[in-house]
Structures are given as structure tokens and as C-alpha cells.
């Protein structure tokens, strides 16, 4: 389902009119595709955009949750994208070197949705025996495992129940954590004059002296 677009430049639009059928590449969830059609076109827009709009429908085969054995299951899917959206979320299905569009990567990806989670047939199955019992998901959230009972009534008493640190913190620990609050150094450097230590860019304040130039009187203490 290799689809050309350049042919777009020749007519308004690209008729879709293709048996579906399943290959490798289909989810492992779906044993078969059966009476699978993909109809539709692919135009473009007043606005300029390249659209694709078909429908997809069909029966898949799949496994019968209760019994496995293999179940029709009916699907129909209106798929209606941009060819800016499909280069977004369908990387594979556009070839931008020859400008051709897999439309069979697309449906794959839009079919994996249809997959129920759970699907049976069966109505009349047996679902309860001698030390058995098949349930749903519901009831067997709803069921309390015995040994989480006392959990069970610790968790409804909860506001009997504190947290408590394991032992004391430390002075050294406490000390540890604040070692970073503390007070830096600023940079030093020698007066080249008298070479008493001195801030960078600052006159000497024992000679008065700043880039070789004598800027403060000093007068010496007695």
C-alpha cells in the first residue's frame, strides 16, 4: 500500500480502495484480519494541506478470553490526519526522499486501539469449581488477602500512627549540612611597592601607593 504522492500534482485527489490483510507486523494480539477494507482519498485542502481520510473496517480474529479459542470481533475505525501529523506520529510511514506514503504502517498503528483488552463469547462457561474460582478484575481488588487484615485495620486507625525518627540526630551530623554556610575569603594580593597584602584594584593603605603612582598620604602611626 505504497502510496505516491506526486500524483497529486497531476489529479485533486488519491482514491484508497484496498483488501487488508494481515502480516508480520500486525499486533500478535490479532491471530487474523478477515473481509479487512481500507476506503477513502487522500486531496489536498483549500488551506494547502495534504489530507488523508479513510475508513477502515473489518473483522479480526482473536483469542476468546475465557476459553481461547479463536472469536470474530468487528472493528471500524474513520481515520482523518494531515500530512504533517502523520510525519509527527507515524515516522515510518513516510518516505520524505521519494515522497511516498505507507498507508498499511498507519492502519497498523490505528488497529492496535481496536484490540479489546477482554472479549468472550461465552456465556454458559463454568466458571466456578471444587476449590476454584475464575473472577474478575474488580472482584479480586475488592477481595482482602487474609494476612494484610491487621494492615487492613492499622490503616483505618491511622491517625494512632506517627512517624518517629529511627535515633537522634547528631550535633557533628547537624554541623555536616551547614558546612557550606559560611563565609569566603575574598581574593589578596601583595603591593608591589611595599608588599604588604592588599584587595585587588585598592590603593595600599600602609604606602599609599596604587599603579606606581602614590595616591594617599600615609602618615606613620607613633
Known sequence: ???????????????????????????????????????????????????????????????????????????????????????????????????????????????????PISYSKVSDAKLKGDGWELIDEVSKNEEIDPRLEKLKDLLERWWLVMAVPKRRTSKTKKRMRRTHLKKEVGAITTCPKCGAAIRPHRACEKCGNYKGQNVLNVTEEK
Open 1 to 115: 500500500m505504497i502510496i505516491n504522492l506526486n500524483e497529486l500534482n497531476i489529479k485533486n485527489d488519491i482514491a484508497i480502495d484496498y483488501e487488508v490483510l494481515k502480516d508480520d507486523k500486525l499486533d500478535s494480539r490479532i491471530i487474523n484480519l478477515k473481509d479487512s477494507k481500507v476506503t477513502g482519498k487522500i486531496y489536498e485542502n483549500a488551506a494547502g494541506e495534504i489530507k488523508l481520510e479513510c475508513l477502515f473496517n473489518g473483522t479480526m480474529i482473536i483469542e476468546d478470553a475465557i476459553n481461547l479459542d479463536d472469536i470474530p470481533y468487528d472493528f471500524k475505525i474513520n481515520i482523518d490526519l494531515s500530512l504533517d501529523e502523520i510525519k509527527e506520529n507515524c515516522l515510518d510511514s513516510y518516505d520524505f526522499h521519494k515522497n511516498t506514503l505507507d498507508l498499511k504502517e498507519i492502519l497498523w498503528q490505528n488497529i492496535v486501539l481496536e484490540v
